[in-house]
């Protein structure tokens, strides 16, 4: 037994709640090492000197290129557990507590691992809309200036204080209202706009004003209608917030460059001196750029600032969410306590941070909801768009992508295939529309929140900002309305099954020879397995589908299949993909 490889770790996602009385409880091992784990749990306030333990099997449900993640989640009427784990590899076998292994396990309970209290306030509890959300990402001036239209007009106006803004492609507010029919259509049900705060430059992260709507994109009057007629269409709304670092008009900053250490809002800004320079920055600012000073978001002013600015857009407007950027440069404590302060307004609030490694310290439940997943993005590009790494090597990343965070957490990962920061998919992939369509089949079908960039169901492409930015395409051809057909049939298999497809999800067939990838989603009642054929051939597999013995039917073809002993022959065209569902409840 390679008990160098054994981990598990109390209050972090290998040990937490799913509700008061549910838990979750995982174990790391070496891969294909363990053959048995089983869970003991058990009162770790039962009144006799030896706990009763009750005994439940955990199973691998996910592995990366070391390790095999063994899992259980149970229901308890206790709140304070006990455990340990019985472990076997087939010829030895041994308990393993913290810091040891022993052959038997040990009477006195100040030995086991435990979950001391399980309580309400510290389960990471996500908005329930947000699970089954399909997420459109828009990036304004480019997405619309009218119904199906985009004057590509640059432009210049200016804020009621006399500051300067820009709009390079025209799109405003007015323009999202007029094409909600669009989105109703293509199916999705949250957007997220990229910031539409007062601000200079044309991508609007460099803050002037955040109480205004920006004059290039519209008024304060066109963003409520907006998301009044989003909400009727069944769509929640997610703004853009950018609270580490504003523009360098923002009040302020003005102010501290006017007045230098005399201003009252010298503390606001982090590493600053004085006099200020602007040219040679004597300041932080955002990637060294002089136009985006940093915050010092430790200051309870400008804590309070921004939490007052997190309430006025849920009070004033009703809006669902915040996407934050630059999340993990903002000091832990400020998102606390813009968590409190924006779940006050509305407890549903979801919030998404943008972060681009590994986020655990940001998802235990006290600051964020989600993350967007560019981890995902980048799997995604290997696989799909590079065919770089075999079937293993994907599965085994992807086990890793969701044994990161608890399962909760996991499960409403904003998983994108692009943004309005790097290049289009459909540039990565060569301009070949079939990898594309296949990722695309995988990011609404697997663990995670699906969220389209703007564009991205009309095929544009590029690989710079002004390329992956550029306007939308409203006057469709037969490629893009094809593109469009197949992400409008892809959402709308994920909404009619979506009690399944925020459930479970398990690998059950590999093949590297062949790049056939399959798994499974699965509620507790019903199942749908995604077959992935990423090769230039086509491909016929056996599958072991023993769930689907009455034969099955792709939702993509309607087309049908049999089972024989409990596998199905099916076979793929290149770079093609079937979501398989059974007969009886199809």
Same mark, same amino acid.
């Given at each position: 037994m390679n008990k160098h490889a054994v981990s598990h770790i109390p209050d972090s996602n290998y040990a937490f709640a799913l509700s008061e009385n549910h838990i979750c409880i995982r174990l790391r091992a070496a891969k294909g090492d363990i053959k048995r784990c089983v869970?003991?749990?058990?009162?770790?306030?039962?009144?006799?000197?030896?706990?009763? &333990?009750?005994?439940i099997e955990m199973n691998v449900v996910a592995s990366d290129e070391l390790f095999d993640y063994f899992?259980?989640?149970?229901?308890?009427?206790?709140?304070?557990?006990?455990?340990?784990?019985?472990?076997?590899?087939?010829?030895?076998?041994?308990c393993y507590l913290p810091g040891k292994f022993t052959k038997s396990p040990q009477v006195n309970r100040m030995g086991y691992f435990i979950m001391p209290y399980i309580r309400r306030e510290d389960v990471a509890l996500v908005p329930e809309w947000a699970k089954n959300a399909v997420i459109y990402q828009i990036f304004p001036d480019s997405f619309a200036t009218s119904?199906?239209?985009?004057?590509?007009r640059s432009d210049i106006k200016y804020t009621p204080d006399g500051q300067k803004s820009e709009a390079r492609l025209g799109g405003t507010i007015k323009g999202i209202t007029e094409n909600i029919d669009y989105l109703t259509d293509l199916g999705v049900d949250c957007i997220y706009l990229n910031p539409i705060f007062s601000a200079e430059s044309y991508h609007k992260y460099d803050t002037i004003d955040y109480y205004s709507i920006d004059p290039c994109l519209g008024t304060m009057d066109d963003?409520?209608? &907006?998301?009044?007629?989003?909400?009727?269409?069944?769509?929640?709304?997610?703004?853009?917030?950018?609270?580490n670092h504003c523009g360098w008009k923002?009040?302020?900053?003005?102010?501290?460059?006017?007045?230098?250490?005399?201003?009252?809002y010298k503390d606001w800004f982090y590493k600053i001196e004085f006099p200020v320079n602007t040219e040679n920055i004597n300041y932080a600012a955002f990637a060294y750029v002089h136009k985006m000073p940093k915050l010092n978001t430790g200051n309870p002013e400008v804590i309070k600032y921004f939490c007052d600015v997190g309430r006025f857009w849920i009070k004033e407007c009703d809006i669902d969410g915040w996407r934050l950027d630059v999340a993990d440069e903002v000091n832990h404590g400020f998102w606390r306590e813009f968590r409190k302060a924006v779940k006050e307004e509305k407890p549903d609030v979801f919030l998404i941070g943008e972060i681009w490694e590994d986020a655990s310290q940001w998802l235990n439940g006290d600051q964020f909801d989600s993350v967007m997943n560019y981890r995902f993005t980048e799997i995604c590009k290997s696989f799909f768009?590079?065919?770089d790494i075999s079937v293993d090597e994907f599965d085994n990343r992807l086990g890793f992508m969701l044994m990161r965070y608890k399962r909760q957490i996991s499960l409403v990962q904003m998983n994108l295939l692009d943004s309005h920061d790097v290049p289009r998919f459909l540039y990565y992939c060569g301009e070949d529309a079939r990898k594309l369509k296949l990722a695309v089949l995988f990011l609404m079908t697997y663990a995670g929140i699906p969220s389209v960039f703007a564009g991205d169901e009309k095929g544009i492409s590029g690989f710079l900002d002004t390329e992956y930015r550029s306007q939308m395409i409203w006057k469709d051809t037969p490629f893009t309305l094809e593109l469009f057909n197949h992400y409008k049939k892809l959402i709308s298999i994920r909404k009619k099954y979506i009690d399944i497809f925020t459930g479970g999800v398990k690998t059950i067939y590999k093949d590297n020879a062949k790049g056939i990838y399959c798994f499974s989603r699965f509620s507790e009642t019903e199942e749908i397995v995604v077959v992935l054929n990423n090769s230039e051939f086509r491909q016929t597999v056996s599958l072991p589908l023993k769930n689907l013995d009455k034969g099955c039917i792709d939702l993509l073809t309607k087309n049908t299949f049999k089972c024989d002993s409990?596998?199905?022959?099916?076979?793929?065209?290149?770079?093609e993909g079937a979501v398989l569902k059974a007969f009886r409840d199809s």
């Amino acid at each position: 037994m390679n008990k160098h490889a054994v981990s598990h770790i109390p209050d972090s996602n290998y040990a937490f709640a799913l509700s008061e009385n549910h838990i979750c409880i995982r174990l790391r091992a070496a891969k294909g090492d363990i053959k048995r784990c089983v869970l003991f749990y058990g009162d770790r306030y039962y009144p006799k000197p030896r706990i009763k &333990m009750a005994a439940i099997e955990m199973n691998v449900v996910a592995s990366d290129e070391l390790f095999d993640y063994f899992e259980v989640d149970f229901e308890t009427e206790y709140p304070r557990l006990s455990y340990y784990f019985w472990l076997t590899d087939g010829t030895e076998d041994c308990c393993y507590l913290p810091g040891k292994f022993t052959k038997s396990p040990q009477v006195n309970r100040m030995g086991y691992f435990i979950m001391p209290y399980i309580r309400r306030e510290d389960v990471a509890l996500v908005p329930e809309w947000a699970k089954n959300a399909v997420i459109y990402q828009i990036f304004p001036d480019s997405f619309a200036t009218s119904y199906r239209n985009i004057s590509l007009r640059s432009d210049i106006k200016y804020t009621p204080d006399g500051q300067k803004s820009e709009a390079r492609l025209g799109g405003t507010i007015k323009g999202i209202t007029e094409n909600i029919d669009y989105l109703t259509d293509l199916g999705v049900d949250c957007i997220y706009l990229n910031p539409i705060f007062s601000a200079e430059s044309y991508h609007k992260y460099d803050t002037i004003d955040y109480y205004s709507i920006d004059p290039c994109l519209g008024t304060m009057d066109d963003f409520k209608i &907006m998301v009044k007629t989003c909400h009727k269409n069944g769509i929640r709304v997610i703004l853009d917030g950018v609270f580490n670092h504003c523009g360098w008009k923002f009040f302020a900053f003005r102010d501290v460059c006017e007045n230098g250490p005399a201003s009252r809002y010298k503390d606001w800004f982090y590493k600053i001196e004085f006099p200020v320079n602007t040219e040679n920055i004597n300041y932080a600012a955002f990637a060294y750029v002089h136009k985006m000073p940093k915050l010092n978001t430790g200051n309870p002013e400008v804590i309070k600032y921004f939490c007052d600015v997190g309430r006025f857009w849920i009070k004033e407007c009703d809006i669902d969410g915040w996407r934050l950027d630059v999340a993990d440069e903002v000091n832990h404590g400020f998102w606390r306590e813009f968590r409190k302060a924006v779940k006050e307004e509305k407890p549903d609030v979801f919030l998404i941070g943008e972060i681009w490694e590994d986020a655990s310290q940001w998802l235990n439940g006290d600051q964020f909801d989600s993350v967007m997943n560019y981890r995902f993005t980048e799997i995604c590009k290997s696989f799909f768009a590079f065919n770089d790494i075999s079937v293993d090597e994907f599965d085994n990343r992807l086990g890793f992508m969701l044994m990161r965070y608890k399962r909760q957490i996991s499960l409403v990962q904003m998983n994108l295939l692009d943004s309005h920061d790097v290049p289009r998919f459909l540039y990565y992939c060569g301009e070949d529309a079939r990898k594309l369509k296949l990722a695309v089949l995988f990011l609404m079908t697997y663990a995670g929140i699906p969220s389209v960039f703007a564009g991205d169901e009309k095929g544009i492409s590029g690989f710079l900002d002004t390329e992956y930015r550029s306007q939308m395409i409203w006057k469709d051809t037969p490629f893009t309305l094809e593109l469009f057909n197949h992400y409008k049939k892809l959402i709308s298999i994920r909404k009619k099954y979506i009690d399944i497809f925020t459930g479970g999800v398990k690998t059950i067939y590999k093949d590297n020879a062949k790049g056939i990838y399959c798994f499974s989603r699965f509620s507790e009642t019903e199942e749908i397995v995604v077959v992935l054929n990423n090769s230039e051939f086509r491909q016929t597999v056996s599958l072991p589908l023993k769930n689907l013995d009455k034969g099955c039917i792709d939702l993509l073809t309607k087309n049908t299949f049999k089972c024989d002993s409990g596998s199905s022959a099916l076979t793929l065209e290149p770079l093609e993909g079937a979501v398989l569902k059974a007969f009886r409840d199809s």
